[in-house]
T-cell receptor, first 112, second 116 residues
Framework: KQEVTQIPAALSVPEGENLVLNCSFT??????LQWFRQDPGKGLTSLLL?????REQTSGRLNASLDKSSGRSTLYIAASQPGDSATYLC???????????FGQGTTLQVKP | NAGVTQTPKFQVLKTGQSMTLQCAQD?????MSWYRQDPGMGLRLIHY???????DQGEVPNGYNVSRSTTEDFPLRLLSAAPSQTSVYFC???????????????FGSGTQLSVL
């Protein structure tokens, strides 16, 4: 069974700290990996998408890496801000259905 | 830019009632899908469509029907609501099948459904 695991489940940091969110997956033949942000009561917003042939993607203060051989991805957030507080989910593409396999998410709180 | 629009945002049903969750996108996306999000279970795919007139089952399709008569709309029908269908439902779309190609998936804001 394909699984995606995110550790830690919750994280609280002071403003300004650099942090890393972890995502591990069991399927070594993934098509791509996406990182999403979900605010309470809202839908998901795609932050970064890494193609299977790529090693990393960057957008502003966010950097996501992908290591297919070890089944891991990380989301690095630089100089965290209270506005970064949200749940972050990773997901990878699977098969021909377009289905994404999601992790349970890491809930991040950045304290002022 | 409207993106993916879901209605209603909240709904309470009694067991056995039927209803339709609406989803519309204005980005000319070929691929549309429905997920449900449950605590401890994450997001699971219910049904998906790769284009008008084409639908298929996802991971948890039982109790739900879909149709895709236009590119823009992808309604989800609950045939006879059960308490186990209490969940938050998300519609998502992309230009092509997001899981197979390198397309970002765009989500609606969700429908919170309670079945009593």
């Amino acid at each position: 069974k394909q699984e995606v695991t995110q550790i830690p489940a919750a994280l609280s940091v002071p403003e300004g700290e650099n942090l890393v969110l972890n995502c591990s997956f069991t399927d070594s033949a993934i098509y791509n990996l996406q990182w999403f942000r979900q605010d309470p009561g809202k839908g998901l917003t795609s932050l970064l998408l890494i193609q299977s042939s790529q090693r990393e993607q960057t957008s502003g203060r966010l950097n996501a890496s992908l290591d297919k051989s070890s089944g891991r991805s990380t989301l690095y957030i630089a100089a965290s801000q209270p506005g970064d507080s949200a749940t972050y989910l990773c997901a990878h593409g699977s098969g021909n259905t377009g289905k994404l396999i999601f992790g349970q998410g890491t809930t991040l709180q950045v304290k002022p | 830019n409207a993106g993916v629009t879901q209605t209603p945002k909240f709904q309470v049903l009694k067991t056995g009632q039927s209803m339709t969750l609406q989803c519309a996108q204005d980005m000319n996306h070929e691929y549309m899908s429905w997920y449900r999000q449950d605590p401890g279970m994450g997001l699971r795919l219910i049904h998906y469509s790769v284009g008008a007139g084409i639908t298929d089952q996802g991971e948890v399709p039982n109790g739900y029907n879909v149709s895709r008569s236009t590119t823009e709309d992808f309604p989800l029908r609950l045939l006879s609501a059960a308490p186990s269908q209490t969940s938050v439902y998300f519609c998502a779309s992309s230009y092509t099948a997001g899981g197979r190609t390198n397309e970002k998936l765009f989500f609606g804001s969700g429908t919170q459904l309670s079945v009593l």
